[in-house]
Each structure stands twice: as structure tokens, then as C-alpha cells.
């Protein structure tokens, strides 16, 4: 049989042993603790990020949208200038035929009053 000394003995040990876990516990909550505001600071950094990214990717879009616009709008006037360029080469092809067909008249002219 087990005497009183060895039972208060055992029971002085298992307090020491549920003391000793019971530091050990709280150290681990404590670790638990920093670890979840590391974790909990990283997720307001990855959402703050995200936030960011999300900024700049509505700003990209927008500035696609008008990118598009602009070159779409400069294309447009490529066109103009082309089709005004042509105009203006027919236009100055006419004129330079007209005056080579002035020069040959004028020189008919000339020629009949040279003859006369």
C-alpha cells in the first residue's frame, strides 16, 4: 500500500508537472499570439497589395480604353491625309499637264507669229 508521504509526494510532483505544462502552455499561446498578428499584418500587407494591384489594373484599363481610342482616332486621320495626299497628286498631275499643254499652245502662238 501506498503511505501519505508518497501520495502527497506524487501529488506534489503532478502539481509541478501541471505547472511546468501550464508555463509551457501559456509560452506556446504567447507564440501562438505573435504568430497569428505576423500572419494577421502579412494578410493586411497581401490585402493592401492586392487593393493597390487591383488600382492599378482599372487604371491600365482605362488608359487602354483611351490608347485605343487615340490610335483608332489617329488612324482616322492617317486616312484623311492619305486620301487628301492623292487628291493633291491628282491635283498637282493636272496642273502640271495643264501648264505643259499652256507652254505648247503658247509656243504654236509663238511659232505662227515667228512664221507671219
Known sequence: MTTIDELSALVESNARSIQALSQEWRAAAEVNRVDMA????????????LE????IQENNSVQLAELTT?????????????EESRDTRNWLRAAQENIQTL????REIWNRINAA
Open 103 to 106: 507652254f505648247s499652245e503658247i
Open 70 to 82: 487615340s490610335v483608332a482616332e489617329t488612324n482616322q486621320r492617317i486616312q484623311v491625309l492619305i
Open 38 to 49: 505576423a500572419v494577421n499584418q502579412r494578410m493586411t500587407n497581401i490585402e493592401a497589395t
Open 52 to 55: 493597390r494591384t487591383e488600382r
